[in-house]
């Protein structure tokens, strides 16, 4: 993890996209909603950085070790492939939760019960970077794990951020991860305590991405 | 060292590797020879555990590249067809970790820097290296554990020539220290100069196995006439030396006196590869 956290630190891109949700959020929630209360506006900007350091930050640095076939000479070296992916998922997990604990705390949006915060963003934060490994696991190339990483990644945001406008949608998208993320978060800030059905829901998520990256990972070891 | 029975590998409806019976004894330098596309690469995948067969079986230094790949990879080296270093880390960095993962001691890592003289280029990055350096680092990185078994996939393939040079070097100064190394290539000249048997590949099998110089014997001779032109001029023929029209051309000239000398030749590798494929050269 080492190695990935300095392979991390002199990519350029990865950087903007740490600074984008901490910056962004900051601007957008000091210059539209400074006095509305936080578990009204900051769920979504959490859920920025879940999906901006999940997504798109695993999956197309999966895809680049599988491109340039660099997790190859891991796996020569006695590494096994579960454990390389492994290491990757552990250090994008990490990279979130700092990524997030900024965000809340730029936004002063600690309020609540800290305690159900930090679970509702660890069991999102896994659940966002398991998507973006998947993506990483499924894509060829770091083309199109990017490409296929912003889609997915916008799809995510919009959804949880605005999902009050999508209407008659809205019982369908309801279930979706970033939807029940945003819930989540906006219950722990108001110290209301979690809902046992969006949580349960969440963990299915978390449970089914797991099941599919262990069936990837299996496929691509029985070539 | 290395042995193999049935061995094949099929994707799909194209059978990349048919069906490969070799052994390669500890100390050898087998050279793994073909065009492009003939399978040499699948070969050696299969052989590190990286692809699992479609038939047949093989072990290296004596275990099982699937089940026991743990094993096979504390024994073997591989330097890649594709040069995969991390881009954005150091040449000390791509050292370290597989020297980590490896349980190399910081001893070890020393030797090798100082083997491939890589003191100089420790501190810069993978993707500001030459092809050269960046071949020279990934022999260092296959060569940390001093494995007994060297996977070398067309280790000079597009180096300059003195780059290429050094790598044969190295090669040598290996072989010299008793490792089996299997080395795919397709330049006949390297082949003939470093190994002690070669297996040609084409399209998935095996056409030929043995010592170059018994390959190149077993070629068809050449005959080289040097014959006096009617102009003065030396012209030199080559013929195939069993052929009948052979024998009547050469009558034909010593009884016009012209001919100056007369020699047989072998066959070079290449042409004998190119025998073997049907001048499919690459
Ligand atoms: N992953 C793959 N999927 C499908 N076909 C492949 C794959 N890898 C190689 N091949 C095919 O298998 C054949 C042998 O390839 P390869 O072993 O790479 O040859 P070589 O290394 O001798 O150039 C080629 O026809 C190639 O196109
Ligand atoms: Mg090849």
């Known amino acids: ?223 | 060292m290395i042995v193999t029975a049935g061995l094949g590998k099929d994707y799909g409806s194209l059978r990349a590797v048919d069906a490969l019976t070799l052994t390669v004894s500890e100390g050898e330098i087998f050279g793994c020879l073909g065009p492009n596309g003939a399978g040499k690469t699948t070969t050696v995948r299969m052989l590190i555990g990286l692809l699992r067969p479609s038939r047949g079986w093989a072990r290296v230094a004596g275990y099982d590249p699937i089940t026991q790949s743990r094993e096979v990879h504390r024994h073997t080296g591989v330097v890649f067809e594709t040069p995969n270093l991390y881009e954005r880390l150091t040449v000390s960095e791509n050292l370290a970790l597989p020297a980590r993962l490896l349980g190399v001691t910081r001893k070890s890592v020393d030797e090798a820097v100082e083997r491939f003289g890589l003191s100089e280029v420790l501190r810069r990055r993978a993707c500001h290296l030459s092809k050269g350096w960046r071949q020279r680092v990934l022999l260092a990185r296959a060569m940390l554990h001093r494995p007994r078994v060297l996977f070398l996939d067309e280790p000079t393939s597009g180096l300059d020539p003195n780059s290429a040079r050094m790598i044969r070097d190295i090669i040598r100064e290996l072989r010299s220290e008793g490792a089996t190394v299997f080395l795919t290539t397709h330049d006949m000249h390297e082949a003939d100069e470093l190994c002690d048997r070669v297996g040609i590949f084409y399209r998935g099998q095996l056409a030929a196995l043995d010592a170059p110089a018994v390959l190149k014997a077993a070629g068809k001779k050449q005959l080289v006439v040097e014959v006096r032109g009617g102009d003065g001029e030396v012209k030199r023929h080559e013929l195939p030396f069993d052929a009948p029209d052979t024998a009547d051309w050469l009558h034909e000239a010593m009884k016009a006196g012209v001919v100056l000398s007369v020699a047989t030749r072998h066959h070079t590798l290449a042409e004998v590869f190119s025998q073997l494929t049907g001048g499919e050269l690459s």
Request: hydrophobic share 60%.
């Open chain 1, 1 to 223: 993890m080492g190695h990935d956290w300095r392979d991390f630190s002199r990519n350029p891109t990865l950087w903007v996209m740490v600074g984008i949700p901490v910056l962004l959020s900051y601007l957008i929630v000091r210059a539209t909603a400074a006095g509305a209360p936080r578990h009204l506006v900051a769920p979504m900007w959490v859920l920025f950085a879940q999906v901006m350091v999940g997504v798109m930050l695993s999956a197309p640095d999966l895809a680049e070790e599988r491109e340039r076939r660099t997790v190859e000479a891991l796996v020569v070296s006695t590494a096994s492939y579960r454990e390389v992916v492994a290491a990757k998922w552990a250090f994008a997990f990490l990279v979130s939760l700092a990524v997030q604990a900024l965000v809340l705390t730029v936004n002063q949006a600690w309020t609540g019960g800290t305690a159900a915060l930090i679970a509702t963003a660890a069991l999102s934060g896994a659940v966002f970077t398991l998507v973006g490994l998947l993506i990483g696991l499924c894509c060829g190339s770091v083309r199109l794990a990017g490409a296929a990483a912003s889609a997915i990644m916008v799809a995510l945001f919009l959804t949880g951020g605005i999902f009050e406008s999508f209407g008659v949608l809205k019982p369908a998208l309801r279930y979706l991860p970033s939807v029940l993320s945003v819930r989540l978060l906006g219950q722990a800030m108001a110290g209301t305590g979690l809902q046992s059905l969006d949580l349960l829901c969440l963990v299915g998520w978390l449970a089914a991405l797991a099941a599919a990256s262990l069936v990837r990972i299996e496929a691509e070891l029985r070539r």
